[in-house]
């Protein structure tokens, strides 16, 4: 393992995926909505609840990463972001299981909403994990070596 790796800094494979992955999820499920023949107050619903999930999923992991880092986080606001993440993934469950759409459409929006989350965590995972690698390393463009590291800081 490299010493890049064990400070933190993810490939920049690892962070193309990430974003790619979040664009994709993101795509696919507002050119689903943008193209559905539903009423806009169906579609914003949709919209809304896309939103509700992608924030909750992001401050839940932020909660968590804040937690095993031992910054303090009240345990209601951690019960918060449980419960914002799984009321978004319940309100657009019961939204497409009453939906009048095809089987096929309900599996699209399902799949970009679950891609979306999974890459948004990821990318906001990513972002920190650079601020902290720069915090470090100020000159982030150049590689520490290993022989010139001290020792101690692992």
């Not at 490299?2 to 790619?20: H, R, Y």
């Not at 979040?22 to 539903?38: D, E």
């Not at 345990?75 to 939906?99: D, E, H, K, M, Q």
């Not at 972002?127 to 100020?138: F, G, Q, V």
């Amino acid at each position: 393992m490299s010493v890049t790796n064990q400070l933190g800094k993810p490939t920049g494979a690892f962070i193309g995926a990430s974003w790619i992955a979040l664009g994709l999820g993101m795509g696919v499920y507002f050119v689903g909505l943008w193209n559905a023949k539903m009423e806009l107050n169906e579609k914003g619903f949709y919209l809304t609840v896309f939103l509700f999930g992608l924030f909750a999923a992001v401050s839940l992991q932020k909660a968590v990463r804040d937690r095993a880092e031992d910054i303090p986080v009240t345990p209601i606001y951690v019960g918060i972001a449980w419960f914002a993440l799984l009321a978004s993934l319940l309100l657009l469950a019961t939204g497409l299981w009453n939906a009048d759409l095809l089987l096929s459409e309900k599996g699209f929006y399902g799949i970009g909403f679950a891609m979306s989350l999974f890459a948004g965590v990821a990318v906001q995972k990513n972002i920190r994990d650079l601020a902290s690698y720069r915090a470090l390393y100020p000159e982030s463009h150049v590689r520490p070596r290993p022989e010139f590291l001290d020792k101690s800081e692992f």
